[in-house]
């Protein structure tokens, strides 16, 4: 590493964390403020894409010009609103983790975890996704996320640091396989995020009427283990608690254990990710290129393979 390069790192790091004890601190009104500021400033930057987000927003949200714009606007602030309440983790005690949000649906996560085989619980980028696994691992569950690394060593290890203070634990996505069954195997949960475009080898789903590649691992995970999925989410209520949410469990003993089966269990999931976004679309990170990869771009794929030679539902605009 250059003298630089490991300068700029260092500076990125203090830099990160002066930001969190400062949000661990701030009131929602200065963080409302402070994204509104941030968001209008820098929306002309070409490399935030605003107007490919109000395009996505209404193509897939089937809304006009003008309101997609304006949710536009509303996608950025509140992802900066998030962002500053999420960096603020480190540095919350385990009581202002815990008054900061409640939960409904607990028996559902429950029932899976009955089963005795762990459980997979899936989300995407929305609202608070970070709260979420401490927030388990605080109330006595043991969780293990998947986790991609930072190319920052040093803001790698602030990362771990911030996810694992409050008794949740991480695995690296290119490496764990061997502690992702460990954890199941010992009745835990696994957390994945669902929501980014998983290339030419992803397994192509339906999400808001067109084809996406959906990352294979829960299916085929809990195909393997016979742990159930269970699908939650987390909306922010900065007036009150952050709600997390969760939906009832996904058998995946209800699916053949072939590809046919692999894609219909990810399309189950997608398909409440989908809805968790439907109501508030705002709290998604928009700025993602889900739909980047098509079954087209993908021939020899097995699930493209499916998609390719299957009629599509009827009115609907999804494309090979």
Known sequence: ???????????????????????????????????????????????????????????HLEIGPEESR???????????????????????????????ARVEGLENLQAALAQKKGAIIVSGHFGLWEIIPPWLALHGFGVTTVVRRQNNPYVDAWFEEMRQKHGARTTDSGYGIREILKSLRKGDILALMIDQDNGKQGIFVPFFKRWASAPTGPAQIALKTGAPIVPLA???????????????????????????????LTAKFTAILEEIV???????????????????????????????????????????
């Not at 949710?71 to 005690?93: C, D, H, P, R, T």
């Open 234 to 264: 987390i909306f922010p209520d900065y007036e009150k608690q952050h709600l997390i949410k969760i939906w009832p469990p996904i058998y995946p003993g209800d699916f053949s254990n072939d590809v046919a089966g692999q894609q219909q």
């Open 1 to 59: 590493m250059t003298y630089f390069k490991e300068l700029s790192n260092r500076l990125q790091l203090v830099l990160l964390d002066a930001l969190a004890k400062s949000c661990a601190r701030m009131n929602f009104a200065r963080k409302r403020k402070l994204a509104h500021l941030i968001a209008t400033v820098a929306r002309p930057l070409p490399w935030l894409r605003f107007n490919q987000v109000a395009a996505s927003l209404s193509e």
């Open 278 to 320: 439907r109501k508030k679309p705002e709290n998604w990170f928009w700025l993602h290129r889900r739909w980047k990869t098509q079954p087209a771009d993908a021939p020899d794929n097995p699930w493209a393979k499916l998609v390719l030679t299957s009629e599509p539902a009827t009115g609907d605009n999804m494309s090979g």
């Open 70 to 100: 304006k949710l536009a606007a509303g996608v950025f602030k509140q992802f900066l609103i998030n962002a500053f309440e999420m960096a603020g983790l480190k540095y919350f005690s385990n009581d202002q983790l815990n008054a900061r």
